[in-house]
């Protein structure tokens, strides 16, 4: 049934105890963090025993095998109440967990995935550099081969999770001639490995509950066995996994719209009340009915190509052979999403800042906050400009 | 290990209720809108729950969730299980209509004699009709110890310890297993689902019995004899919220006056 867009009974259970438990274990310390700037270990850990680090992993590694589409679904949940504890959490599985069980052999599966889904080892993603950012392929850190070891040398920068990841995922140069085609190639590397330091942590105007860091690699000994999928083989392993993490982030996106929306109809309500009847204003309806338009289109779109993602990692994960022609179009979709998706939200919470005026200015109070949050939706995992190049770069060569 | 047969088999009945927060109700005629309203777990039964998992981690207990209905209420068996019951078993009465509260009943109490049971718990009451009956009911018809509101279990071989709320008293009854007690709420540690375990339930093979597998007397089951003459709503308070102006002083002076009113 290829127009059926419902969830199925397990996936509806699964929303409403994450929101149940969201709602009581995890908003009431939300604004306390966020205020204070620090980690929120004390969630962390709840969310952690009620299995929220491991949702897409498949039931042998760990995980509690939801796919990708379960993973959405907490996403969407999640970021709908907090976009730092989405983050933490996004980070960790999106584009460090997720790319492990696609790439790594039964060794590195079973060595890493279990205590990862538990939680009980974080994950983070290290890709960007100060020359390398949107220019992603431009990796000045390296990786020399030195016996059965690697040692890697450079610096990668606004590492999300950084200081309380255990297990990075890092992408240096193996041969900087060949460039990306061929001389990127992805490392596991844990915390503790020699050479490796976690470095400043960035003070940002959002998801301030969610630590992002420099991380430094001074002649950091890696062994070999590490290297995910093959030497060479890296720039792939990356744009995989964030063909994954953009299609699931937008999932979070929409959370964050829906709670937009949520609170400009409390708003209309609680005037309402009021006698301040300021729901017959025209103003005021296109904002409301504008967001619900995009938000509908949106929630389609996401979760449509949310379960192409699934598919295309299903077929990766069992090594059966991908197309080209799929895998560009997952991600041209994913693409797509991210770019729709984070711009709907932000949309939607500048409406409901402008509607709760000098309420939505005011420091503390949870629309200002979700005004700062939202705004990364169109920054990580690949700048809203970069996914523009990566459509148009698709859709002239290959029609819509 | 030991063996699934020489644990104590703890059997929680779980009644699949309308979900009472998506109830609407007709403006006009006041009648309740019941279509698309998705079944689910009476509250009161969610303690149930709790109270079985705490033994089944207390004293290893199999615990089973029995659950009467339609198909449909197989979902919320379901999600019984995803609580980390160990299995579930589904009575399915499609085809007799509504029950009245006995005959209900008696197909439990018939499906218990199936399934096998050490001890079994119910809610106090359901959130829906709150008769309260099932459970005492239940215990007549298998002729077994009950006792209701109950806070605190204790087992010790095929003895059986209970606090009960009784009126305002805080009661100890012992007696022996098999027995039956309904639960008082928010007396067992409130369990969580988690992911895994929600995957899990999904998967689980569900025990379905009908009316042909037990052993009952088609013509004495009997449809509820309730009739529901009409269905209303409190009267909505149509109060407003004031807004007050004026010094602080003045202001505090009135809402205290206001106060001393209550
Ligand atoms: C809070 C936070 C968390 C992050 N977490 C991680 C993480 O966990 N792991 C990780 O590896 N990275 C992470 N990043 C880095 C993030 O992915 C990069 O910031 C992003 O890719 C943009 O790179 P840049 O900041 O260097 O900007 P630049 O690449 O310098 O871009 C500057 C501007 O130029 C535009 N631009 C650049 N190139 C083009 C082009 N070809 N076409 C059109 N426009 C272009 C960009 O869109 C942008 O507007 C994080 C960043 C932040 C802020």
Redesign the interface.
């Known amino acids: 049934m290829p127009f059926d867009f419902s969830f199925t009974k397990e996936q509806e259970c699964f929303r409403e105890f994450v929101k149940e438990f969201l709602e009581n274990e995890v908003v009431p310390y939300v604004g306390k963090y966020d205020k204070l700037e620090k980690v929120p270990t004390v969630t962390i850990k709840k969310l952690a025993k009620a299995g929220f680090f491991g949702v897409p992993i498949p039931e042998k590694y760990g995980g509690a095998g939801f796919g990708e589409i379960g993973y959405s679904i907490m996403l969407e949940e999640l970021a709908r109440v907090d976009n730092a504890h989405a983050t933490i959490i996004g980070a960790h599985t999106g584009i460090c967990l997720v790319p492990i069980w696609l790439f790594g052999n039964e060794e590195q599966r079973e060595k890493y995935l279990p205590s990862m889904c538990k939680g009980e080892k974080i994950g983070a993603f290290g890709l960007t550099e100060p020359e390398a950012g949107s220019d992603a392929a431009n990796i000045q850190t390296t990786a020399e081969k030195d016996g059965g070891e690697y040692v890697l040398n450079g610096t990668k920068m606004f590492i999300s999770n950084g200081e309380i990841a255990d297990v990075f995922l890092v992408f240096a140069a193996t041969n900087k001639a060949l460039g990306a085609r061929g001389g990127i190639t992805a490392f596991i590397v844990e915390k503790d490995f020699p050479g490796f330091k976690v470095g400043v942590k960035e003070k940002k105007m959002g998801i301030r509950a969610a630590p992002t860091n420099e991380i430094v690699f001074d002649n950091c000994r890696v062994p070999e066995e590490n290297v995910l999928g093959k030497v060479g083989y890296g720039f792939i392993v990356a744009l995989t996994a964030l063909d994954g993490g953009r299609a699931t982030l937008s999932a979070g996106t929409l959370g964050g719209t829906r709670w937009a929306i949520e609170k400009m109809i409390e708003y209309v309500k609680l005037n309402d009340k009021l006698d301040r009847k300021i729901g017959d204003k025209e103003m005021v309806q296109w904002f409301i009915a504008n967001s619900a338009i995009e938000y509908e289109a949106a929630r389609h779109l996401v979760y449509q190509t949310v379960a192409m993602v699934e598919q295309y990692f299903h077929k990766i994960a069992n090594k059966e052979k991908v197309s080209r022609a799929f895998r560009e179009k997952v991600s041209r979709y994913s693409a797509m999403v991210k770019a729709l998706s984070s711009e709907t939200a932000s949309r939607a919470i500048e409406r409901t800042l402008q509607l709760y005026s000098s309420l939505g200015y005011t420091e503390g109070l949870p629309v200002e906050k979700a005004f700062r949050d939202s705004i990364i939706g169109e920054i990580y995992e690949g700048t809203n400009e970069i996914q523009r190049w990566i459509i148009a770069r698709d859709i002239v060569e290959r029609g819509l | 290990m030991r063996e699934v047969s020489e644990k104590m088999k703890v059997v929680a009945c779980i009644k699949p209720i309308y979900n009472p927060e998506k109830v609407k109700v007709h403006k006009r005629t006041e009648t309740l809108l019941l279509d698309d309203v998705p079944l689910t777990i009476n509250p009161y039964d969610k303690f149930v729950i709790d109270a079985a998992l705490y033994l089944q981690k207390e004293i290893n207990a199999h615990v089973i969730a029995l659950c009467l209905g339609n198909p449909e209420a197989e ?1 919320v068996l ?2 019984a299980l ?1 609580f980390g019951i160990n299995e579930g078993v589904m009575v399915n009465a499609p085809s007799l209509g509504e029950l009245n509260s006995l005959s209900q009943s008696y197909l439990l109490s018939e499906a218990m004699k199936k399934i096998g049971f050490d001890l079994i718990l119910c809610g106090k009451t359901s959130q829906d009709y709150r008769s309260g009956l099932t459970g005492p009911q239940m215990a007549e018809l298998l002729n077994i110890p009950f006792i209701p509101n109950v806070k605190e279990i204790r087992i010790e071989k095929r003895e059986l310890t209970v606090k009960a709320k009784f009126q305002d008293q805080i009661i100890q009854v012992s007696t022996h297993l098999p027995a039956l007690l309904t639960i008082q709420e928010n007396s067992f540690p409130k369990r ?11 998967k689980k093979e569900i025990k379905v019995l009908t009316v042909k597998d037990l052993n009952i007397k088609e013509e004495a089951l009997r449809e509820a004899v309730t009739k529901v003459k009409k269905k209303f709503l409190p009267s909505e308070t149509k109060k ?2 004031q ?1 007050l102006e004026g010094k602080p002083k003045q202001l505090a002076h009135y809402l205290l006056k206001q106060l001393e009113k209550y």
Request: aromatic share 16%; no cysteine; proline share 6%.
């Open positions: 979902n379901r999600k995803s969580y689902q988690t992911s895994w375990e929600i995957h899990k339930a999904y407003r919220p807004i």
